[in-house]
């Protein structure tokens, strides 16, 4: 049995986006804890030049609506970037897992050939459906992932190797 392009996407997107938002409850609970304003994790960073976490959270889910759109042939949607709360990034990530579920299968499949193309830094990256979506938007999509995962451990919040990875 060959993998298809929509089982190669959807249901990894969403899986990852619920063990996010079960990271996020977890990092909720432990700043309420101890007294920790939850904007301090909300915005912190491992490094000067790299995004706060909301920022992290945001390109995820960028990444996947804009993956999962673009493989379907379809409008990507756009959100603003004004997530401020852990209420508000839970809104967003049940509004990408919801946008995720909402495309149909035989929209994905069969995308493997169809060329993707982005704009980035003003050039066109051109892309196969298949490398576009192996090569280029599941990696960078993990990428911000495992920087949010990273931040919150940063600062103590008690996560584990299967938090990240989700129950089986």
Do not use: W
């Amino acid at each position: 049995m060959s993998l298809s392009m929509h089982q190669a996407s959807v249901p990894v997107f969403v899986r990852m986006l619920n063990n996010l938002s079960a990271i996020l409850k977890t990092a909720e609970a432990h700043a309420e804890a101890k007294k920790i304003e939850p904007s301090v994790l909300i915005n912190d960073r491992l490094a000067p030049d790299m995004l706060p976490l909301s920022r992290q959270i945001q390109i995820a889910t960028d990444g996947a609506k804009g993956c999962v759109a673009r493989l379907a042939g379809i409008e990507v949607p756009s959100y603003p970037d004004t997530e401020a709360t852990f209420a508000e990034l839970q809104e967003r990530l049940a509004k990408t897992i919801a946008f995720l579920n909402s495309v149909p299968a035989d929209k994905i499949d069969g995308s493997e050939d169809r060329t993707i193309t982005l704009k980035v830094g003003g050039k066109d990256l051109n892309f196969p459906g298949s490398a576009f979506l192996l090569n280029f938007a599941t990696p960078n999509f993990y990428f911000h992932v495992t920087a949010t995962y990273l931040i919150l451990r940063h600062n103590g919040v008690q996560l584990g190797k299967m938090d990240y990875l989700g129950a089986a």
